[in-house]
């Protein structure tokens, strides 16, 4: 069975500075899907970024960027320049390309902005 | 820009009532999902629904039941609840077929505020 394992469950960074949340999952599959999703404080999860495993390059989204190592089975978001905004609960999520595969959630990193 | 909307942002029930959480989204997606959130668990997938009248258990549907009479509606039924129930619940979309080329899929999933349900 697949599994996604967020080892961070709080981290904090300076505003303007750079973080990466890690993420690692475990597939026997060679497609899928990877997401990172955000919940703010409000608690409306949003889509953040997405990788196809078939995409050697990796994904970005103005200031969120993945390093996706597919050898490594490793999957982290970039957040540059962080801002205020960007603190919440950030979530690693896999799908497998199957129509019937549902999506598999990590347990998340809650992240705070230092002002 | 599609919309998920639940219908409350927070109940409060006593043990024992049956509770109706509705889920509707505006953007034609086949797949509909129930998720409950919880500290340190993430989300856990209760139920889906890839077509209307279908639906599918995901890894937690013990003391619910969902139903899917239409296309754009979702709900979420706990028939007698119970404080172990006191969760948030997430609604979420998608689209369900594998677009033009048969290779990308529109598979994000679309999320609605939740709802935060506290069980007495």
């Known amino acids: 069975a697949q599994t996604v394992t967020q080892s961070q469950p709080e981290m904090s960074v300076q505003e303007a500075e750079t973080v990466t949340l890690s993420c690692t999952y475990d597939?026997?599959?060679?497609?899928?899907?990877l997401f990172w999703y955000k919940q703010p404080p409000s608690r409306q999860m949003i889509l953040v970024i997405r990788?196809?495993?078939?995409?050697?390059q990796n994904a970005t989204e103005n200031r969120f960027s993945v390093n996706f190592q597919k050898a490594a089975k490793s999957f982290s978001l970039k957040i540059s320049d962080s801002q205020l905004g960007d603190a919440a609960m950030y979530f690693c999520?896999?799908?497998?390309?199957?129509?019937?595969?549902?999506?598999?959630f990590g347990k998340g990193t809650r992240l705070h902005i230092l002002p | 820009d599609v919309k998920v909307t639940q219908s409350s942002r927070y109940l409060v029930k006593r043990t024992g009532e049956k509770v109706f959480l509705e889920c509707v989204q505006d953007?034609?997606?086949?797949?509909m999902f129930w998720y409950r959130q919880d500290p340190g668990l993430g989300l856990r997938l209760i139920y889906f629904?890839?077509?209307?009248?279908?639906?599918e258990k995901g890894d937690i549907p013990e003391g619910y039941s969902v139903s899917r009479e239409k296309k754009e509606r979702f709900s979420l039924i706990l028939e007698s609840a119970s404080t172990n129930q006191t969760s948030m619940y997430l609604c979420?979309?998608?689209?369900?077929?594998?677009?033009?080329?048969?290779?990308?899929?529109?598979?994000?999933?679309?999320f609605g505020p939740g709802t935060r349900l506290l069980v007495l």
């Open positions: 629904s890839y077509d209307v009248k279908m639906k």
């Open positions: 953007m034609d997606h086949e797949n």
């Open positions: 597939t026997s599959e060679s497609d899928y899907y």
């Open positions: 979420a979309s998608s689209f369900g077929d594998r677009g033009p080329h048969g290779l990308e899929v529109q598979e994000t999933q679309y």
């Open positions: 990788q196809e495993a078939y995409k050697q």
């Open positions: 999520a896999y799908r497998g390309w199957n129509r019937d595969d549902k999506i598999i």
